[in-house]
């Protein structure tokens, strides 16, 4: 079960758009449409952005979606704003009640 | 408020065995599956296992099974994260998430558990 692969760093001006990749296998992301984002700023608990694809939690920003196109799935932050500046995890379920997590990105607010 | 309250970190030698926990409240415990997540000193996330606290039924990451067990206690709607022989890699902040059946997403999570093992 390896971890699932996404870019080690992305960064963006305020106001802009950004994009996290998340690239599985047919194991996981391409065979199920449950994949769950997470934020984590330094020193806290992970928090739910995204999940089922493209589900947001109530609560959470619009500027937030979600996508996947065969084994990748993506995460996309809109009118990038300073206090998205954290790391991003990507989850999927696995098949036989097992989940996989992302390799996981920082994203630099510039 | 739904939350999951874990219990105080700890400093442990290896060899030494340790239960670690985490408590839900403001909610049916017993209605949700409670997982366990570690994260290593500057590293990423890594599914552990889950547990369903109505009948204990486990689902464990095999890279994990063995080295850990996962338990549960309805009457006081804590789950607990035991090691029988903790080693130094054993060092991480280690997570609990609600799960919700059929959800496929962990929320909320407890504060984290941070476990040092060093002799």
């Known amino acids: 079960q390896s971890a699932l692969t996404q870019p080690a760093s992305v960064s963006g001006s305020p106001g802009q758009s950004i994009t996290i990749s998340c690239t599985g296998t047919s194991r996981d992301v391409g065979t199920y449409d449950l994949v769950s984002w997470y934020q984590q700023h330094p020193g806290k608990a992970p928090k739910v952005m995204i999940y089922?694809?493209?589900k947001r939690p109530s609560g959470a920003s619009t500027r937030f979606s979600g996508s996947k196109s065969g084994n990748t799935a993506s995460l996309t932050i809109s009118g990038l704003q300073a206090e998205d500046e954290a790391d991003y995890y990507c989850?999927?379920?696995?098949?036989?009640?097992?989940?996989?997590f992302g390799s996981g990105t920082k994203v630099t607010v510039l | 408020e739904e939350q999951l309250v874990q219990s105080g970190a700890e400093v442990k030698k290896p060899g030494e065995s340790l239960t670690i926990s985490c408590k839900g409240s403001?909610?049916?415990?017993?209605?949700?599956?409670i997982n366990w997540v570690r994260q290593m000193p500057g590293k990423g996330l890594e599914w552990m296992g889950r547990?369903?606290?109505?009948?204990?039924?486990?689902n464990y990451n095999p890279s994990f099974q063995g080295h850990v067990t996962i338990s549960v206690d309805k009457s006081t709607g804590t789950a607990h994260l035991q090691w029988s022989s903790l080693k130094a890699s054993d060092t991480a902040m280690y997570y609990c998430a609600r799960e919700a059946s059929g959800d496929y997403r962990f929320d909320p999570w407890g504060q984290g558990t941070l476990v040092t093992v060093s002799s």
């Open positions: 089922q694809g493209n």
């Open positions: 989850c999927s379920y696995a098949g036989r009640n097992t989940y996989v």
């Open positions: 403001g909610y049916s415990f017993t209605s949700y599956w």
């Open positions: 547990i369903n606290p109505s009948d204990s039924y486990t």
